[in-house]
């Protein structure tokens, strides 16, 4: 489908949704760098302190003074009075999934945590010694039922010390994170409908503005193509529309005014050519009138003087006298009138008696 061949409404109300879809789309994507930022954030907060409970086993690990199990033994009460954030902490337990330390299940301290498993059915403590045993130190994920019945997702670094054989390891909560991008998703979306909604209604404002003039040139232009020049198409605005309209409507009046030029063109001249023929027929009624007369005349002297009365030169002139076409004018008709009064046809009774 060509662009050429969609109406200017449509394009419009199509530049909207492509705005909408991708400001959402934007807004999706912020949203999820943020969450991903909060994550980064969180993990990086853990493995921190996680390595700074490493330290200190390390250091009670590294005193000459006592024995290994003196410094397991210190260590063990040091990380079970350690908090941070006020209320996270640590535990430990071993390459056989045995609890060492827990501070907040001290019944289970000695029990197998193999079986055990999470909110979900994933059984995450033996996925805490597959990642220490094979990668020294890692993340996992799982998801934690809290003993009001609620699941929360969390995140747990954990450290494999093997000079004792303990699996450190800590954990945080990142279901605020995860419900908190799915409230900054849903205020996206609201955002979004709303900018859309104005975007729409600017759009039927602005396409109303836009293509409503435009109808309106070409009902007028249909009009003029039909011979209507009287359609007023001057539009009063002050853009590209009203500069087009103004100059259709120039254009209009230069049609009229050459129109009404050859108009009064074609009425002059068909007067004129009605005088003119109206003068030719009275010319030619004339001329035939003076024919006839010129007939009549010639008939009359003829029988009224018979050919021996009048002189060779008289009757040869009398004979050859030409009769007077239509065409002939006037003037020349005269000019064969006058050697008939130049030369008499007889002779007069004293002319007789003189000779």
């Known amino acids: ?184 998703v849903i205020k996206q979306v609201a955002f979004t409908v709303g900018c859309v909604s104005i975007l729409m209604i600017a759009s039927f404002v602005i396409g109303n503005n836009i293509v409503n003039p435009i109808q309106r040139l070409l009902s007028d232009l249909k009009r003029m193509a039909n011979g209507d020049l009287t359609t007023n198409l001057s539009q009063s605005r002050k853009d590209e529309i009203g500069l087009l309209s103004h100059g259709l409507s120039d254009m209009q009046s230069t049609i009229r005014d050459t129109l009404s030029a050859a108009t009064l063109t074609a009425n002059t001249a068909s007067r004129l050519s009605e005088s003119i023929a109206s003068t030719s027929e009275e010319t030619a009624q004339s001329l ?22 009048m002189s060779p030169t008289m009757q040869s002139k009398v004979l050859r006298k030409p009769v007077v076409q239509p065409s002939t004018q006037p003037p020349a008709a005269r000019a064969w009138i006058l050697p008939l009064t130049k030369y008499p046809l007889y002779l007069s009774p004293l002319k007789k008696a003189h000779t």
């Open 1 to 184: 489908m060509k662009l050429n061949n969609i109406s200017i409404k449509t394009k419009l109300q199509f530049l909207v949704i492509l705005s909408a879809l991708l400001m959402l789309s934007l807004g999706i994507f912020n949203v999820y760098l943020q969450q991903s930022q909060q994550l980064a954030e969180r993990e990086n907060k853990l493995s921190a302190q996680v390595e700074a409970a490493v330290s200190l086993i390390n250091y009670y690990r590294n005193q000459p003074t006592l024995t290994q199990e003196q410094a397991q033994r210190a260590a063990n009460q040091a990380l079970n009075a350690m908090r941070y954030d006020e209320s996270n902490y640590f535990w430990i337990t071993n390459s056989q999934n045995k609890l060492l330390l827990h501070p907040l299940r001290s019944e289970s301290i000695g029990n197998d945590m193999s079986n055990i498993v999470d909110g979900a059915g994933k059984h995450h403590w033996r996925e805490m010694s597959s990642i220490a045993n094979t990668q020294s130190a890692g993340f996992l994920d799982y998801t934690w039922l809290s003993p009001q019945g609620e699941l929360k997702d969390k995140i747990s670094y954990v450290v494999h010390i093997p000079e004792w054989d303990w699996i450190l390891g800590s954990g945080l909560f990142v279901s605020d994170i995860k419900e908190d991008f799915i409230a900054q």
């Open 288 to 309: 035939d009138s003076q024919n006839a007369q010129l007939e009549q005349l010639s008939t009359a002297m003829n029988e009224m003087s018979p050919p021996s009365m």
